[in-house]
Protein backbone atom coordinates (compact mmCIF):
# COMPACT_ATOMS: atom_id res chain seq x y z
CA UNK A 1 0.00 0.00 0.00
CA UNK A 2 1.74 3.28 -0.61
CA UNK A 3 2.40 5.85 1.75
CA UNK A 4 0.97 9.56 1.53
CA UNK A 5 3.42 11.99 1.14
CA UNK A 6 2.98 15.67 2.30
CA UNK A 7 4.56 18.35 0.37
CA UNK A 8 6.21 20.39 2.95
CA UNK A 9 3.53 23.54 2.61
CA UNK A 10 0.55 21.07 3.55
CA UNK A 11 3.26 19.82 6.51
CA UNK A 12 3.51 23.10 7.84
CA UNK A 13 -0.22 24.08 7.52
CA UNK A 14 -1.38 21.12 9.46
CA UNK A 15 1.69 21.50 12.15
CA UNK A 16 0.73 25.39 12.37
CA UNK A 17 -3.25 24.30 12.50
CA UNK A 18 -2.77 21.74 15.45
CA UNK A 19 -0.94 24.51 17.20
CA UNK A 20 -3.36 27.16 16.90
CA UNK A 21 -1.20 29.19 14.49
CA UNK A 22 -3.84 29.29 11.62
CA UNK A 23 -5.36 32.39 12.21
CA UNK A 24 -5.60 34.47 15.20
CA UNK A 25 -8.22 32.55 17.77
CA UNK A 26 -10.75 34.45 19.24
CA UNK A 27 -11.03 35.25 23.12
CA UNK A 28 -12.77 37.18 24.63
CA UNK A 29 -13.52 35.83 28.04
CA UNK A 30 -11.73 33.43 30.89
CA UNK A 31 -13.35 30.41 29.03
CA UNK A 32 -12.44 31.18 25.42
CA UNK A 33 -8.43 31.84 26.90
CA UNK A 34 -9.55 27.76 28.69
CA UNK A 35 -10.35 26.46 25.24
CA UNK A 36 -7.50 27.65 23.72
CA UNK A 37 -5.37 26.18 26.13
CA UNK A 38 -6.56 22.83 26.05
CA UNK A 39 -6.84 22.81 22.31
CA UNK A 40 -2.65 23.14 22.39
CA UNK A 41 -2.22 21.09 25.37
CA UNK A 42 -0.05 23.25 27.81
CA UNK A 43 1.86 26.58 28.34
CA UNK A 44 4.93 26.92 29.66
CA UNK A 45 5.73 28.81 32.42
CA UNK A 46 9.02 31.17 32.37
CA UNK A 47 10.18 33.89 34.57
CA UNK A 48 12.56 35.76 31.89
CA UNK A 49 10.52 38.94 31.64
CA UNK A 50 12.79 40.93 29.06
CA UNK A 51 10.01 41.74 26.72
CA UNK A 52 7.33 39.47 28.34
CA UNK A 53 6.99 36.02 30.03
CA UNK A 54 6.57 33.07 28.36
CA UNK A 55 3.29 31.88 28.83
CA UNK A 56 1.09 35.18 28.14
CA UNK A 57 3.75 35.80 24.77
CA UNK A 58 2.66 32.06 24.01
CA UNK A 59 -1.18 33.01 24.43
CA UNK A 60 -1.13 36.41 22.89
CA UNK A 61 0.59 35.13 19.71
CA UNK A 62 -2.56 32.90 19.23
CA UNK A 63 -5.06 35.40 21.05
CA UNK A 64 -4.00 39.34 20.57
CA UNK A 65 -7.01 40.01 22.85
CA UNK A 66 -5.63 37.71 25.49
CA UNK A 67 -5.26 39.43 29.06
CA UNK A 68 -2.78 38.65 32.16
CA UNK A 69 -5.55 37.97 34.57
CA UNK A 70 -7.85 35.89 32.88
CA UNK A 71 -4.85 32.84 33.61
CA UNK A 72 -5.12 33.81 37.27
CA UNK A 73 -8.54 33.46 37.33
CA UNK A 74 -8.23 30.00 35.62
CA UNK A 75 -5.88 28.75 37.79
CA UNK A 76 -8.18 29.97 40.94
CA UNK A 77 -11.39 28.15 39.52
CA UNK A 78 -9.26 25.13 39.62
CA UNK A 79 -10.04 25.57 35.21
CA UNK A 80 -6.17 24.32 35.32
CA UNK A 81 -3.20 23.11 36.77
CA UNK A 82 0.47 24.09 37.12
CA UNK A 83 3.01 21.01 37.15
CA UNK A 84 5.69 19.52 35.06
CA UNK A 85 5.61 18.69 30.78
CA UNK A 86 9.33 19.49 29.82
CA UNK A 87 9.48 22.01 32.17
CA UNK A 88 6.63 24.40 34.34
CA UNK A 89 3.46 24.22 32.32
CA UNK A 90 -0.29 25.61 33.09
CA UNK A 91 -2.25 22.67 31.83
CA UNK A 92 -6.17 21.88 31.47
CA UNK A 93 -7.25 20.16 35.18
CA UNK A 94 -9.01 17.41 33.59
CA UNK A 95 -5.41 15.94 32.36
CA UNK A 96 -4.17 15.83 35.79
CA UNK A 97 -5.30 12.47 36.95
CA UNK A 98 -2.44 11.71 34.42
CA UNK A 99 -0.15 13.17 36.45
CA UNK A 100 0.18 10.83 39.28
CA UNK A 101 2.36 8.20 37.14
CA UNK A 102 4.80 11.83 37.15
CA UNK A 103 4.20 11.53 41.02
CA UNK A 104 5.20 8.27 41.94
CA UNK A 105 8.49 8.74 39.77
CA UNK A 106 9.10 11.71 41.92
CA UNK A 107 9.26 10.12 45.17
CA UNK A 108 12.96 8.89 44.01
CA UNK A 109 13.98 12.60 44.10
CA UNK A 110 14.31 12.19 47.81
CA UNK A 111 17.63 10.13 47.15
CA UNK A 112 19.40 12.18 44.86
CA UNK A 113 22.20 13.71 46.67
CA UNK A 114 21.56 17.29 45.42
CA UNK A 115 17.93 16.94 47.09
CA UNK A 116 19.56 15.59 50.26
CA UNK A 117 22.23 18.03 50.41
CA UNK A 118 19.69 20.59 50.43
CA UNK A 119 16.48 19.39 51.95
CA UNK A 120 19.23 18.65 55.47
CA UNK A 121 20.22 15.73 57.63
CA UNK A 122 16.67 14.51 58.65
CA UNK A 123 14.35 14.99 55.57
CA UNK A 124 11.32 13.03 57.02
CA UNK A 125 11.28 15.57 60.10
CA UNK A 126 11.49 18.73 57.46
CA UNK A 127 8.82 17.01 55.27
CA UNK A 128 6.69 16.53 58.50
CA UNK A 129 7.50 20.08 59.41
CA UNK A 130 6.30 21.73 56.10
CA UNK A 131 3.04 19.64 56.18
CA UNK A 132 1.99 20.06 59.41
CA UNK A 133 2.32 23.67 58.58
CA UNK A 134 0.48 23.89 55.83
CA UNK A 135 -2.54 21.83 57.52
CA UNK A 136 -2.70 23.97 60.08
CA UNK A 137 -2.06 27.25 58.49
CA UNK A 138 -2.71 26.96 54.79
CA UNK A 139 -1.53 28.82 51.69
CA UNK A 140 2.17 29.54 52.07
CA UNK A 141 4.99 30.35 49.75
CA UNK A 142 9.03 30.29 50.10
CA UNK A 143 9.02 33.16 51.76
CA UNK A 144 7.12 32.30 54.82
CA UNK A 145 9.81 30.06 56.03
CA UNK A 146 13.39 31.19 57.54
CA UNK A 147 15.76 28.84 55.84
CA UNK A 148 16.70 30.34 53.13
CA UNK A 149 19.13 28.36 51.03
CA UNK A 150 22.65 29.67 49.66
CA UNK A 151 24.57 29.56 45.85
CA UNK A 152 23.21 27.40 43.67
CA UNK A 153 20.17 25.81 42.70
CA UNK A 154 17.96 28.93 43.06
CA UNK A 155 18.86 28.77 46.69
CA UNK A 156 16.61 26.03 48.43
CA UNK A 157 17.15 25.88 51.56
CA UNK A 158 15.22 22.44 53.21
CA UNK A 159 11.96 24.34 53.37
CA UNK A 160 11.67 25.03 50.03
CA UNK A 161 13.22 21.51 48.83
CA UNK A 162 10.53 19.79 51.28
CA UNK A 163 7.54 22.29 49.53
CA UNK A 164 9.06 21.00 45.93
CA UNK A 165 9.43 17.32 47.00
CA UNK A 166 5.58 17.60 48.45
CA UNK A 167 4.72 19.21 45.34
CA UNK A 168 6.10 16.87 43.14
CA UNK A 169 4.85 14.28 44.70
CA UNK A 170 1.37 14.99 44.31
CA UNK A 171 0.76 15.89 47.74
CA UNK A 172 0.65 19.32 47.20
CA UNK A 173 -0.15 21.58 44.87
CA UNK A 174 0.19 25.13 43.40
CA UNK A 175 -2.87 26.98 44.39
CA UNK A 176 -1.54 30.58 42.57
CA UNK A 177 1.34 32.34 41.74
CA UNK A 178 2.07 35.71 43.76
CA UNK A 179 3.96 37.55 41.32
CA UNK A 180 6.01 34.96 40.24
CA UNK A 181 6.48 33.06 43.60
CA UNK A 182 4.69 29.91 43.54
CA UNK A 183 2.43 29.55 46.29
CA UNK A 184 1.19 26.01 47.67
CA UNK A 185 -1.46 24.08 49.57
CA UNK A 186 -2.62 20.74 49.90
CA UNK A 187 -3.67 19.06 46.80
CA UNK A 188 -7.09 17.87 48.35
CA UNK A 189 -8.05 21.71 48.66
CA UNK A 190 -6.59 22.68 45.37
CA UNK A 191 -7.45 19.83 42.85
CA UNK A 192 -11.30 18.77 42.33
CA UNK A 193 -11.59 15.19 44.26
CA UNK A 194 -13.12 13.74 40.82
CA UNK A 195 -9.70 14.72 39.13
CA UNK A 196 -7.40 13.95 42.53
CA UNK A 197 -8.93 10.57 43.45
CA UNK A 198 -8.81 9.06 39.65
CA UNK A 199 -5.90 6.77 39.35
CA UNK A 200 -5.66 5.43 35.60
CA UNK A 201 -3.65 2.88 34.94
CA UNK A 202 -0.35 2.91 33.27
CA UNK A 203 -1.56 1.95 30.04
CA UNK A 204 -4.59 4.36 30.00
CA UNK A 205 -2.19 7.12 30.41
CA UNK A 206 0.18 5.91 27.54
CA UNK A 207 -2.75 5.70 25.46
CA UNK A 208 -4.09 9.34 26.47
CA UNK A 209 -0.59 10.88 26.01
CA UNK A 210 0.20 9.53 22.80
CA UNK A 211 -3.27 10.03 21.03
CA UNK A 212 -3.62 13.27 23.00
CA UNK A 213 0.01 15.04 21.66
CA UNK A 214 -0.69 13.21 17.91
CA UNK A 215 -3.91 15.33 18.00
CA UNK A 216 -2.12 18.39 18.59
CA UNK A 217 1.08 17.68 16.48
CA UNK A 218 -0.55 16.52 13.41
CA UNK A 219 1.86 14.02 12.80
CA UNK A 220 4.69 12.80 14.93
CA UNK A 221 7.55 10.12 15.41
CA UNK A 222 7.16 7.79 18.86
CA UNK A 223 9.87 10.04 20.46
CA UNK A 224 8.37 13.21 19.85
CA UNK A 225 4.65 12.10 20.96
CA UNK A 226 6.60 11.15 24.16
CA UNK A 227 8.57 14.08 24.54
CA UNK A 228 5.47 16.69 24.35
CA UNK A 229 4.16 16.11 27.85
CA UNK A 230 7.46 14.57 28.62
CA UNK A 231 5.15 11.99 30.80
CA UNK A 232 6.01 8.76 29.27
CA UNK A 233 9.00 6.83 27.88
CA UNK A 234 9.60 6.79 24.09
CA UNK A 235 9.60 2.40 24.33
CA UNK A 236 5.73 2.79 25.25
CA UNK A 237 4.91 5.15 22.49
CA UNK A 238 7.26 3.21 20.03
CA UNK A 239 4.64 0.23 21.88
CA UNK A 240 1.64 1.99 21.24
CA UNK A 241 2.67 3.42 17.81
CA UNK A 242 2.74 -0.59 17.40
CA UNK A 243 -0.75 -1.16 18.38
CA UNK A 244 -2.79 1.32 17.11
CA UNK A 245 -1.17 1.30 13.53
CA UNK A 246 -2.18 -2.29 13.98
CA UNK A 247 -5.80 -1.63 15.04
CA UNK A 248 -5.68 0.79 12.05
CA UNK A 249 -6.12 4.15 14.55
CA UNK A 250 -2.72 5.47 12.82
CA UNK A 251 -1.29 5.17 9.43
CA UNK A 252 2.64 5.95 8.40
CA UNK A 253 3.33 8.76 6.10
CA UNK A 254 6.15 10.52 5.28
CA UNK A 255 6.65 14.54 5.35
CA UNK A 256 8.57 16.50 2.88
CA UNK A 257 11.11 18.83 4.57
CA UNK A 258 12.14 22.40 3.84
CA UNK A 259 15.39 20.84 1.90
CA UNK A 260 13.35 18.52 -0.20
CA UNK A 261 14.38 15.67 2.50
CA UNK A 262 11.46 13.24 3.52
CA UNK A 263 10.83 11.39 6.67
CA UNK A 264 8.41 8.76 8.01
CA UNK A 265 6.05 9.63 10.51
CA UNK A 266 2.48 8.37 12.03
CA UNK A 267 -0.46 10.34 11.64
CA UNK A 268 -4.76 9.87 12.55
CA UNK A 269 -5.87 7.55 9.90
CA UNK A 270 -8.03 10.78 9.06
CA UNK A 271 -5.32 12.66 7.92
CA UNK A 272 -6.91 13.20 4.56
CA UNK A 273 -9.77 14.19 5.40
CA UNK A 274 -7.94 16.41 8.38
CA UNK A 275 -5.90 18.00 5.19
CA UNK A 276 -9.18 19.05 3.37
CA UNK A 277 -10.48 20.85 5.62
CA UNK A 278 -7.16 23.09 6.64
CA UNK A 279 -7.76 26.86 6.49
CA UNK A 280 -5.11 29.18 4.44
CA UNK A 281 -2.03 30.14 6.94
CA UNK A 282 -2.80 33.57 8.41
CA UNK A 283 -1.89 36.72 6.16
CA UNK A 284 -0.31 38.62 9.31
CA UNK A 285 3.02 38.67 11.14
CA UNK A 286 2.99 37.83 14.57
CA UNK A 287 6.01 37.28 16.75
CA UNK A 288 6.40 33.99 18.49
CA UNK A 289 8.07 33.51 22.24
CA UNK A 290 11.25 31.64 22.25
CA UNK A 291 9.38 28.89 24.51
CA UNK A 292 6.63 28.76 22.02
CA UNK A 293 5.53 25.25 21.37
CA UNK A 294 5.79 25.17 17.64
CA UNK A 295 9.59 25.76 17.62
CA UNK A 296 10.40 23.96 21.58
CA UNK A 297 12.17 21.12 19.02
CA UNK A 298 14.44 22.73 17.56
CA UNK A 299 15.86 19.79 15.28
CA UNK A 300 11.87 19.72 14.06
CA UNK A 301 11.94 23.43 12.82
CA UNK A 302 14.96 23.10 10.94
CA UNK A 303 13.00 20.21 9.11
CA UNK A 304 10.38 21.39 8.93
CA UNK A 305 10.62 25.32 8.22
CA UNK A 306 14.45 25.82 7.26
CA UNK A 307 14.36 27.57 11.02
CA UNK A 308 17.90 27.13 13.11
CA UNK A 309 17.00 28.87 16.22
CA UNK A 310 19.04 28.68 19.30
CA UNK A 311 17.59 30.53 22.17
CA UNK A 312 20.82 32.75 23.54
CA UNK A 313 19.82 33.23 27.46
CA UNK A 314 22.47 31.05 28.40
CA UNK A 315 25.25 31.85 26.07
CA UNK A 316 27.97 34.14 27.18
CA UNK A 317 27.23 37.76 25.25
CA UNK A 318 30.48 38.10 23.28
CA UNK A 319 29.70 34.11 22.30
CA UNK A 320 25.54 35.12 20.67
CA UNK A 321 25.03 35.30 17.29
CA UNK A 322 22.19 36.86 17.81
CA UNK A 323 21.17 38.15 21.04
CA UNK A 324 20.12 37.66 24.35
CA UNK A 325 16.03 37.67 23.79
CA UNK A 326 15.34 36.60 20.26
CA UNK A 327 11.76 36.66 19.18
CA UNK A 328 10.95 34.28 15.80
CA UNK A 329 8.79 36.72 13.30
CA UNK A 330 6.32 35.06 11.43
CA UNK A 331 4.16 35.63 8.25
CA UNK A 332 1.77 33.09 7.27
CA UNK A 333 3.21 29.76 7.20
CA UNK A 334 7.20 30.21 7.47
CA UNK A 335 9.78 32.08 9.28
CA UNK A 336 10.58 35.10 7.55
CA UNK A 337 13.10 36.75 10.66
CA UNK A 338 14.07 37.37 14.02
CA UNK A 339 14.44 40.12 16.60
CA UNK A 340 16.36 41.02 19.36
CA UNK A 341 14.06 42.79 22.04
CA UNK A 342 13.85 44.44 25.06
CA UNK A 343 10.83 46.16 26.85
CA UNK A 344 11.63 49.13 28.86
CA UNK A 345 8.63 49.74 31.03
CA UNK A 346 10.54 51.88 33.19
CA UNK A 347 10.49 54.43 30.27
CA UNK A 348 7.46 53.31 28.07
CA UNK A 349 9.62 51.91 25.10
CA UNK A 350 9.83 48.39 23.09
CA UNK A 351 13.60 48.39 21.88
CA UNK A 352 14.50 46.87 18.41
CA UNK A 353 18.22 45.45 19.21
CA UNK A 354 18.75 43.95 16.22
CA UNK A 355 16.45 42.86 13.34
CA UNK A 356 17.39 39.78 11.10
CA UNK A 357 15.62 39.14 7.92
CA UNK A 358 15.82 35.30 7.20
CA UNK A 359 18.05 34.29 4.27
CA UNK A 360 16.08 35.30 0.82
CA UNK A 361 13.31 36.87 2.47
CA UNK A 362 13.19 40.48 0.61
CA UNK A 363 11.83 43.03 3.35
CA UNK A 364 9.80 45.04 0.77
CA UNK A 365 7.28 48.35 1.82
CA UNK A 366 4.57 46.23 2.40
CA UNK A 367 6.37 43.50 4.73
CA UNK A 368 8.52 46.34 6.33
CA UNK A 369 4.78 47.67 7.29
CA UNK A 370 3.63 44.22 8.07
CA UNK A 371 6.69 43.63 10.78
CA UNK A 372 6.19 47.32 12.31
CA UNK A 373 2.28 46.23 12.85
CA UNK A 374 3.68 43.49 14.69
CA UNK A 375 6.00 45.26 16.66
CA UNK A 376 3.46 47.67 17.31
CA UNK A 377 0.72 45.47 18.48
CA UNK A 378 3.66 43.53 20.74
CA UNK A 379 4.28 47.10 22.44
CA UNK A 380 0.76 47.71 22.97
CA UNK A 381 0.56 44.53 24.83
CA UNK A 382 3.70 44.63 27.11
CA UNK A 383 2.36 48.06 28.30
CA UNK A 384 4.91 50.68 26.43
CA UNK A 385 3.71 53.31 23.39
CA UNK A 386 7.14 53.54 21.52
CA UNK A 387 9.36 51.93 19.80
CA UNK A 388 13.13 52.63 19.41
CA UNK A 389 15.82 50.90 17.95
CA UNK A 390 17.11 48.66 14.77
CA UNK A 391 14.64 49.64 11.56
CA UNK A 392 13.18 46.49 10.05
CA UNK A 393 14.38 46.00 6.72
CA UNK A 394 17.59 47.39 7.26
CA UNK A 395 19.50 43.36 7.34
CA UNK A 396 21.62 43.51 10.48
CA UNK A 397 25.13 41.59 10.72
CA UNK A 398 25.59 39.05 13.21
CA UNK A 399 28.24 39.24 15.31
Known amino acids: ?40 GFVQLDSVNAVERAHHMILFSRAPTHQRGWLDELQQGRDIFEHWTHDASLLPMEFYPHWHHRFKKAKERLKHPNWQKRIGEDPQKTIRKVRARIRKDGEVGTRH ?26 ELAIARRDGFEKIYDLAERVIPDEYRKARPTRRQT ?10 RLGFATPTELAKYFDLIEIAEAKDWAKRAAKRKEIVEIAVTGADGSHRHVFAPADIEEQIEKLPSPHEGLRFLSPFDLAIRERKR ?6 FDYTIEIFVPEKKRKYGYYVLPLMEGDRFIGRADLKTHRDDDRLEVKGFWPEDGVKMTKARIAATQDALAELARFTGVSRIEGAVPGRRAKAS
Do not use: Y
Open 1 to 40: MAVLTLDNETARRLFLDRHALSAPATCTSPDDLSALIRWI
Open 301 to 306: ARQLFG
Open 145 to 170: FDDKGAGGWWGWGPSKTALEFLWRTG
Open 206 to 215: VDWACETALA
